[in-house]
Each structure stands twice: as C-alpha cells, then as structure tokens.
C-alpha cells in the first residue's frame, strides 16, 4: 500500500558530492517523521538525518556540516545532499516514514529498498 524508492546513490571519489531522493507513494494520508538511515558492512543501522513535519532536523555528529537533509511535503519526499564524502560514509542509505494510510488510524514505520553510496580513490 506504502512504497518508499530511493534513488541518487553511486559510486564517488573522496571530497565529491550526491545527492539522494525518497519519494513516498500509494494510499497516503499523512506522513509524519521522515530520515535517513545507513548501514556500512558488519556494522548496524545508524540515523543520518531526519525531519519532522514542523521542520525540526537532527543530524549525526558524524555528517554535521556535510550532509543536508530537506523535505518537499507536497511531492512527499525527502533529500540528502551530501558533500565532501568520505570513505567512511560507504553505505547502503535507506529512507525512513512514519506514515499514517487512507482508512488507517495507527502511524507506521515504513522503509525503503536502500541505495548503495560508496566513497573510494
């Protein structure tokens, strides 16, 4: 009923930039806490940035000051611009929603597929 597709991963060399999308689609009511998410190999899942609706942002120490996060609520997504990366960042990014459905009245969780961000000489 919920999709969340990421797309705008790749492969970078240090120092360079992406940018990421996530739109949300299918039956939608409203959308609340919306982020990202990554998880690099043998490590867990870590909060990159997220958003509220009321435009409140938190970002990891570890990309203070590199990445952006913003939000277009009437497309229903969200970007990451990501600047100077780092090997470090390699991961696969993974979008994150709390979405209320058409008909529904409880909030979700909702993920998306992942893309791959890999920082390398």
């Known amino acids: 009923q919920v999709q969340l597709v990421e797309s705008g991963g790749g492969l970078v060399q240090p120092g360079e930039s992406l940018r990421l999308s996530c739109a949300a689609s299918g039956s939608i009511r409203s959308i609340y806490n919306m982020g990202w998410y990554r998880q690099a190999p043998g490590k867990l899942r870590e909060s990159v940035a997220t958003t509220t609706p009321a435009g409140t942002i938190n970002y990891s120490d570890s990309v203070k000051g590199r990445f952006t996060i913003s939000r277009n609520s009437a497309k229903n997504t969200i970007y990451l611009q990501m600047d100077t990366l780092q090997p470090e960042d390699t991961a696969i990014y993974y979008c994150?929603?709390?979405?209320?459905?058409?008909?529904?009245?409880?909030?979700?969780?909702?993920w998306g597929q992942g893309t791959q961000v890999t920082v390398s000489s």
């Open positions: 994150y929603a709390r979405i209320q459905i058409v008909g529904g009245t409880m909030v979700s969780g909702y």
